[in-house]
Every structure is written in C-alpha cells, then in structure tokens.
C-alpha cells in the first residue's frame, strides 16, 4: 500500500505543491481584511480545491503524453509507461480530483462556481499546448497563478489590482523556471517536433528568456505589494516593508538558480526545485509575519 502511495504522489508530481500552496495562502491572507485570518473552513476548501487540481492536472498530462514519455529517457520510467498505472486509473484520479475542485467551490464564494468550467479547461488545455506553441510555458504559469487567484476570490470575491498584479508575477515566476527545466530536453523536443522555448530559440536564447521572466515576475510582485497598500489598504506600510525585503532577500537564489544551472546542467531539476521552493516559502513567511504582527 506505501509502494502504491508512493508511486501516485511521485505521478502527479505532489510535493511541487509547494510551488503553489504559499501563493495559495499568501492570496488568503491578503484577500482578509485588516486584522483577521482565513477561517478553517476556508483554508480546508481552499487547500482541498488544490490538492483536487493538483491530482486532476497531472494525471491527466501523464494520460496524455504518456506516448512521448515512453520515448524519452528522461521520462521512460515514469508510472504510466511501466504500466505501475494503468490509463483508466490515472483518468479516474482526473475525474475524483475535479470532483474535489467543484465540491470546494460549492462551499466557497460562488464565483468560484462560475469560474470552475475554465479551471478545468486551462487546466486539462495545457498538457496539449507543447504540441502547438512555444508559449506552454506561460501557459503552465496560468494554469499554476490559479491557486493564487482562486483562494483571492474565495475570500474577496472580485478582481482587484493586487490579484492581478500576484498572478501576473506567478506567471511568469512559473514560466521562468519552467524554461531551465525544458533544458532537458531540448534535444529530444526538437527531434520529435515538440514546442517549447528551448526547442525553439535554443539554450542561450532560453536562459536569456528566462532571466527576463524573473525580472518582470519581481516588478509584478512589487507592484501586486504596493497596490495592496496604496489602493486596495489591504496592508500598512510596516507589511508592505517586510514583503518588499523577503523580495529582495529571494533575489539572491533567483540569481544562484540561473548561475548554478548554467554551471551544472545535469542537475537542473534539483537547483529548480531548491531554489524555487525556497522564494514561495520566504514570501508567503513575510506575508504571515506582516499579517501577525504589523496589521
């Protein structure tokens, strides 16, 4: 049974959440007014709507590159190809895992409800876009500020310039690393035909593309801050402070991450995912602590 668990979380990818979860919680905790936190019955729906598109995402990808994954050495071993799971198993999990996203949804805001069909699509959408655009990696990014969005309007309930501003630098944050992790496959994506920006552009170009998704993710999350305290006064300027240094304090591994990487190509997976679990989990810090103690 351990074995099993551990093949279904190592498919859909679980611990990658930490990607997504801090945004997640960062956008709650935002989206309250001054003084108060998410209640349980929110931070229980919020975190069952993720671990829903989580499980219903990935599986889904697996079903369908699951022919390409069997081609590519990198990907060979993965549960689908080896037969550890079976297709129809890996669609049932998509189906129980949208279940979970629209039974969370029912017990949030009902915007959330409204807003479910187009989850679903952009979520199921992009395991397709590599097939047909070089932009999947902003795609993917999309697809993974939902969390983020999703929690805002489970609490707030309308777009407002923080929000926007926060999914824009997630965005753009996710495509960023999502263009050091393609790396690895560069060769076998332009063998098979396969879009991606590497595939297309090329190693330098792509480590140029990607320095320049980070740069316009911290001008986003600088701006998602400023316009929580001076438009929305969402935060005062004690949180604002705090959030602003946990930005420039995470520079520094936006920084290694790239230098690290061009040093290292045969490690990018685990730079990426260092480097990156590190800023979700600094910035959603600094969020809690300006909730906690300077509003």
């Not at 629209?102 to 590599?130: H, R």
Request: with cysteine.
């Amino acid at each position: 049974m351990w074995q099993k668990i551990k093949i279904w979380a190592e498919m859909i990818k679980l611990e990658h959440t930490i990607f997504s979860a801090p945004f997640m919680l960062i956008a709650m905790l935002w989206a309250k007014t001054s003084g108060s936190l998410p209640t349980f019955q929110e931070l229980f729906f919020c975190a069952l709507a993720l671990l829903g598109a989580r499980s219903a995402s990935m599986s889904l990808n697996r079903v369908i590159d699951a022919q390409i994954d069997a081609l590519n050495p990198r990907t060979a071993d993965r549960a689908i190809p080896k037969n550890k799971i079976k297709a129809w198993q890996a669609i049932l999990m998509a189906i129980i895992g949208f279940g979970l996203m629209y039974l969370a949804a029912l017990n949030l805001n009902p915007i959330c409800v409204f807003l479910f069909p187009l989850a679903v699509f952009l979520l199921s959408f992009y395991s397709y876009s590599k097939r047909f655009t070089w932009l999947c990696h902003i795609i993917l990014g999309i697809c993974i500020s939902g969390a983020a969005l999703g929690a805002w309007l489970a609490i707030g309930g309308q777009f407002t310039s923080p929000i926007i501003f926060l999914a824009c630098g997630i965005t753009f944050w996710v495509a960023g690393f999502d263009i050091l992790y393609a790396l690895q496959d560069l060769n076998f994506d332009q063998d098979k035909k396969l879009f991606s920006i590497p595939s297309r552009f090329g190693k330098q170009k792509s480590l140029q593309i990607s320095a320049i998704f980070h740069l316009a993710c911290f001008v986003f999350f600088i701006l998602s801050g400023w316009s929580l305290f001076y438009f929305t006064k969402q935060i005062n300027f004690s949180a604002l402070i705090i959030w602003f240094s946990a930005l420039g304090m995470s520079s520094q591994w936006f920084f290694e991450q790239h230098k690290l990487i061009k040093q290292n190509p045969n490690q990018i997976e685990t730079i990426f995912f260092t480097a990156n679990a590190k800023i979700a989990f600094l910035l959603f810090l600094s969020v809690l602590i300006g909730k906690l103690f300077f509003n």
